[in-house]
């Protein structure tokens, strides 16, 4: 074998090296899927969705308390986080102070970093502390942290897709600023915008950790955000850690609804970016 | 034609009360986005400083020896986190052993060489592991994957390849082990890697790889010595982000590492982390010290993941925003 041919050997075997760790990586996500799908259909039912939970050894049950827990809490990350960090991201992408623009960017990108537990203490110390109880708020709040920077961050790049033209027209048309930035560059945005904020709420929709020691959980039926909330996250690792096989069937349920919503609004973001902008935004 | 025309009128009443609510709205507008900007550092400045305060009676009572002894005793007040502290610094790089390897091959295989067909699904599949719920991850670690490295892995390191001479893989087969949090943090950072690794890839220039190729060079010697190089330090900052996943990553490593407080070199002991310590025990805090503590070990997990974040975004900055100007 002369060298030419071995150098078009090796090159042709690191070439399926890449296809074999390609190969490699979507695996572990076909397990999961796969397990989640069999154990969790198994043992879902209707009234998975619609009781409450039920002990031991009780047949039935569900964890509706926990689902409608989980969606309060998205709501309010959603109304924190959302205007904020969309408020900072029209900042980023029109700032004239670079240097201000730049660091923020940087610490938006170091604090979408910060680990969830650490979020999670931060929100004890700061709302369930002084107060002293858990309560629904804190855990929105919690989670709102977590989606500030993600939202910040996509809807920065879905503004720097607008022509700067656009813009101009706009201005020379006699539109003050503002009004261009909101009627114009948000709007000529939003699709992208919303697929962000979509991308930030199912990322937030499965956190826990931040959730441990502020929504903290419940095993009765509550919606006030003053009080704990039970959290779909939460009672899927509270069951999921317990010793008896009917919880670890109903964590499995659980986790096979959580999935579900995770996946549909991943799914629904896709769906939005590639109508706009042809799939040439990921 | 007659330039003349062209001289304004002075300006109305009307045109300057427009000319003032346009300014008024102007500036109502920029405080507003400038005081959503703000939010971010004064989140970080916050949280610094709220878990600072809070764990400082335990820093001055314990000092050093937060992170140097291994005994923690709540009922005596010995508060050493050594063993958790170690077992986080390991199961990452653990997790980072298996993880870089497979996420730069991932990245590679989609910025070069997928058919264009596969470019997307798989591209889809691997960035839909890092919307996975990390309790999800914790579920399936505790049914699937624990039982599998217990009955098949672990022996057959042990025993079949005689690893088990080694200390690292050698010891009885629990399960819940160091190997085990390292597994699901390698499947955790996988993701996040191989993202920010294929944006470098392709930010590389098209010219980079058309002289490489126009010199003789094969597909693979291209990347090797063209692509990879040009991209070096942004697939660094990739590696060392997916390192500050890792290190934070609190529920599933809860769930499969055994949460034993004892430092040993083999991966099938079960061990403890930072963030597994503070999930278990905060809610259960007996005293004021054993609370001040846990800030403690979180300031200290705050202050690694920070410093670690901050060098791969910088890192990474330096690819892909010098690609862009």
């Known amino acids: ?282 | 034609m007659t330039t003349g025309e062209l001289t304004a009128d002075p300006p109305t009443d009307r045109r300057k009360m427009q000319i003032r609510e346009i300014a008024i709205g102007d500036g109502i507008y920029r405080v507003v986005v400038a005081a959503c900007a703000l939010v971010i550092p004064a989140l970080l400045v916050l949280v610094a400083s709220a878990l600072g305060r809070a764990a400082w009676p335990a820093f001055s009572r314990i000092g050093t020896s937060l992170v140097t002894s291994s005994n923690w005793d709540v009922s005596s007040g010995e508060f050493g986190a050594a063993p958790a502290l170690y077992g986080t610094l390991v199961s990452s790089v653990v997790a980072l052993i298996i993880a870089a390897p497979l996420a730069l091959g991932v990245a590679i295989f989609l910025s070069e060489f997928a058919p264009r067909w596969l470019r997307q699904p798989i591209g889809f599949l691997v960035d839909l592991l890092a919307a996975i719920p990390s309790v999800v991850y914790g579920l399936w670690g505790i049914f699937v994957l624990l039982p599998v490295l217990r009955e098949n892995v672990m022996p057959f390191l042990r025993d079949t390849l005689h690893l088990g001479a080694t200390p690292f893989f050698s010891g009885p087969a629990y399960g819940p082990s160091m190997l085990a949090a390292g597994l699901i943090l390698a499947i955790m950072a996988l993701p996040y890697i191989s993202s920010v690794a294929r944006e470098v890839l392709l930010a590389v220039p098209r010219s980079q790889r058309e002289a490489a190729l126009a010199l003789g060079a094969t597909r693979w010697e291209m990347i090797r010595d063209a692509v990879v190089p040009y991209a070096r330090s942004g697939i660094i900052g990739g590696v060392i982000l997916g390192l500050g996943r890792a290190l934070g990553e609190t529920m599933a490593v809860t769930m499969v590492i055994g949460n034993r407080p004892e430092i040993s070199a083999s991966l099938f002991a079960p061990g403890y982390t930072m963030a597994s310590l503070i999930a278990n025990e905060f809610s259960e805090a007996t005293n004021d010290m054993h609370l001040s503590a846990l800030m403690a070990v979180g300031a200290l997990l705050l202050s690694i993941t920070l410093v670690v974040n901050a060098i791969a975004r910088l890192l990474v900055y330096r690819v892909s925003l010098g690609s862009r100007a």
Do not use: C
């Open chain 1, 1 to 282: 074998m002369n060298r030419a041919e071995r150098r078009h050997l090796v090159s042709g075997a690191m070439i399926a090296l890449t296809y074999i760790a390609a190969a490699i990586a979507t695996l572990p996500l076909l397990f999961i899927l796969f397990h989640l799908a069999r154990a969790g259909a198994a043992a879902l039912s209707l009234s998975f969705f619609t009781q409450m939970p039920t002990p031991v050894g009780e047949p039935g049950g569900g964890m509706a308390n926990a689902i409608v827990g989980t969606l309060v809490l998205i709501s309010i990350a959603t109304a924190i986080g959302l205007p904020v960090g969309i408020g900072a991201g029209l900042y980023l992408a029109e700032s004239t102070n670079v240097r201000a623009a730049r660091v923020v960017r940087f610490l938006s990108d170091v604090l979408n970093g910060l680990p969830s537990i650490v979020v999670g203490i931060f929100a004890w110390e700061f709302l369930v502390r002084p107060v002293g109880h858990f309560s629904a708020l804190a855990g929105g709040v919690a989670l709102s942290a977590m989606m500030i920077p993600l939202v910040t961050r996509t809807t920065e790049e879905m503004l720097r897709t607008v022509p700067v033209s656009l813009r101009e027209a706009a201005l020379a048309l006699g539109y003050p600023k503002w009004r261009t930035s909101i009627s114009i560059a948000l709007r000529t945005a939003a699709a992208g915008i919303a697929t962000g904020a979509l991308v930030a709420l199912a990322r937030v929709a499965g956190e826990t950790a931040p959730l441990l020691f502020t929504a903290f959980g419940n095993q009765f039926w509550s919606v006030s955000l003053n009080e704990p909330i039970a959290a779909l996250p939460l009672q899927i690792f509270s069951y999921a850690i317990s010793p008896y096989d009917e919880w670890h069937a109903k964590a499995w349920a659980g986790a096979l609804v959580l999935i579900s919503m995770v996946l549909i609004i991943s799914l629904v973001a896709r769906v939005f970016t590639r109508s706009r902008f042809g799939g040439a935004v990921d």
